[in-house]
Structure formats: C-alpha cells, structure tokens
C-alpha cells in the first residue's frame, strides 16, 4: 500500500494550495481519508476527515480549519483532496495522508511520507 502526497510549496498568507494524496493497492473506496498535520515542534494532529463510500462521505474538520479547508475525494482515482484557502502562517506543517479501513479492514491504517506547506511572506 502506498500513499502518495503532493500540491505542498511556498504560498503567501491568504493564498490557497491544494493537496492530493494518491492512494494505491488498497480498495480505497473502503477507507476512511484524513489528513494530519504536524507543526515544528508540535504533535500531529488531525487536520480533516472524509468517511469512506459505505458511510456517504461525510466530513469533519478541525475547528481551526473549518470554513477554509475543503476534503474531497474522488474513488475512481483512488486520490483524496485538501483544498486549502486563506491560508495562515500558523498553518505551516508537514502534512500528511491517513487511511483507516471500516468494517472488516478496521485493523488497517496507513500513512503517506506528507508534504511540506509553508505560509510566510
């Protein structure tokens, strides 16, 4: 199973990046998707949730995110999305892909490498 991030960088304050997470050899649309965030000198901490197929896909958020990040998923390409606007400094962080599975698979969760974003003028 691999979980592959990409879309961090450099961006302003107030300006936006997506993030994507592309999964593989995993049946994805059994996984519930979050990303995690881990801030120098900080512990990780859970940025977004988007539950799998079987639940709807439902969101939850952070309350520090909420109203500025958006987590999407698309199954079809195995591949979840953390549309990131107004985005802070204090938002800077490694941030990372999680799968856990649901039903029978809840034993298995897994961890992308993640990807830096850094908000500074």
């Known amino acids: 199973v691999q979980l592959v991030e990409s879309g961090g960088g450099l961006v302003q304050p107030g300006g936006s990046l997506r993030l994507s997470c592309a999964a593989s050899a995993l049946t994805f649309s059994a996984y519930d998707m979050s990303w995690y965030r881990q801030a120098p000198g900080k512990g990780r901490e859970l940025v977004a949730t988007?539950?799998?197929?079987?639940?709807?896909?439902?969101?939850n958020y952070a309350d520090s995110v909420k109203g500025r990040f958006t987590i999407s998923r698309d199954n079809a390409k195995n591949t979840v999305y953390l549309q990131m606007n107004s985005l802070a400094p204090e938002d800077t962080a490694v941030y990372y892909c999680?799968?856990?599975?649901?039903?029978?698979?809840?034993?298995?969760?897994?961890w992308g490498k993640g990807t830096l974003v850094t908000v500074s003028s």
């Open positions: 999680h799968a856990r599975g649901v039903g029978f698979r809840n034993a298995l969760n897994y």
């Open positions: 988007i539950t799998s197929a079987s639940t709807s896909g439902g969101t």
